[in-house]
């Protein structure tokens, strides 16, 4: 089975300072027909659905703030945020994609101030 | 923006059946080539994808679940549902229908929470 694990856990960080949140697949999420990593993260906070940020590992959706970006290929994927605000305060997932149709999630990252 | 809304009994007994619907509204299931999905999460735990359907295609399922599972489209009511057989304790969730695109998944419904508990 295809595993996803995030580090850490947990992370605390400070109001405007960066925040960084790891995913290692345990096989490469690289396409090599469509040179696409298919990784994407999410934002979920207490009673909410999870909230997709990007998309193919780099790809951020409409509405997200730019201080999120998503970096890596094959089996090794970042998320930072640059300037932690307030409102980041969430459990963030990272989820990859395999043929012939599977999804499969990481275990989450607790982000707090 | 499209809209999903989950809807079902919130208590199933032990060894008994799930089985939830999902109620699209601002598209159509049968648009495109667009597939739609479900996904749990067991309370205080993880995500965990449970299989996607298509109205000309799939459906395709979690290998850990496909021999329980079932998700289906009635075009008609524009819903697609989701059924889960001979459920555990280890079922109990929130479950979520969701829009996959790009490899994941763009659009999610509330969730509703379903116990499974004598």
Same mark, same amino acid.
């Given at each position: 089975?295809?595993? *996803? @694990?995030?580090?850490?856990?947990?992370?605390?960080?400070?109001?405007?300072?960066?925040?960084?949140?790891?995913?290692?697949?345990?096989?490469?999420?690289?396409?090599?027909?469509?040179?696409?990593? +298919?990784?994407?993260?999410?934002?979920?906070?207490?009673?909410?659905?999870?909230?997709? !940020?990007?998309?193919?590992?780099?790809?951020?959706?409409?509405?997200?703030?730019?201080?999120?970006?998503?970096?890596?290929?094959?089996?090794?994927?970042?998320?930072?945020?640059?300037? !932690?605000?307030?409102?980041?305060?969430?459990?963030?997932?990272?989820?990859?994609?395999? +043929?012939?149709? *599977? +999804?499969?999630?990481?275990?989450? @990252?607790?982000?707090?101030? | 923006?499209?809209?999903?809304?989950?809807?079902?009994?919130?208590?199933?007994?032990?060894?008994?059946?799930?089985? =939830?619907?999902?109620? =699209?509204?601002?598209? &159509? =299931?049968? &648009?495109?080539?667009?597939?739609?999905?479900?996904?749990?999460?067991?309370?205080?735990?993880?995500?965990?994808?449970?299989?996607?359907?298509? $109205?000309?295609?799939?459906?395709? $399922?979690?290998?850990? =679940?496909?021999?329980? #599972?079932?998700?289906?489209?009635?075009?008609?009511?524009?819903?697609?549902?989701?059924?889960?057989?001979?459920?555990?304790?280890?079922?109990?969730?929130?479950?979520?229908?969701?829009?996959? #695109?790009?490899?994941?998944?763009?659009?999610?419904?509330?969730?509703?929470? #379903?116990?499974?508990?004598?």
């Amino acid at each position: 089975d295809i595993e *996803m @694990t995030q580090s850490p856990d947990s992370l605390a960080v400070s109001l405007g300072e960066r925040a960084t949140i790891n995913c290692k697949s345990s096989q490469s999420v690289l396409d090599s027909s469509t040179n696409r990593n +298919y990784l994407a993260w999410f934002q979920q906070k207490p009673g909410q659905p999870p909230k997709l !940020l990007i998309h193919w590992a780099s790809i951020r959706e409409s509405g997200v703030p730019d201080r999120f970006s998503g970096s890596g290929s094959g089996t090794d994927f970042t998320l930072t945020i640059s300037s !932690l605000q307030a409102e980041d305060v969430a459990v963030y997932y990272c989820q990859r994609y395999s +043929y012939p149709h *599977m +999804y499969t999630f990481g275990q989450g @990252t607790r982000l707090e101030i | 923006q499209p809209q999903l809304r989950e809807s079902g009994p919130g208590l199933v007994k032990p060894s008994e059946t799930l089985s =939830l619907t999902c109620t =699209l509204s601002g598209d &159509s =299931l049968n &648009s495109g080539s667009t597939y739609w999905g479900w996904i749990r999460q067991p309370p205080g735990k993880g995500l965990e994808w449970i299989g996607n359907t298509r $109205y000309s295609g799939g459906p395709y $399922y979690n290998p850990s =679940l496909k021999n329980r #599972v079932a998700i289906s489209v009635d075009m008609s009511r524009n819903q697609f549902s989701l059924t889960l057989t001979s459920v555990t304790a280890a079922d109990t969730a929130v479950y979520h229908c969701v829009r996959p #695109v790009n490899h994941s998944f763009d659009i999610w419904g509330q969730g509703t929470m #379903v116990t499974v508990s004598s």
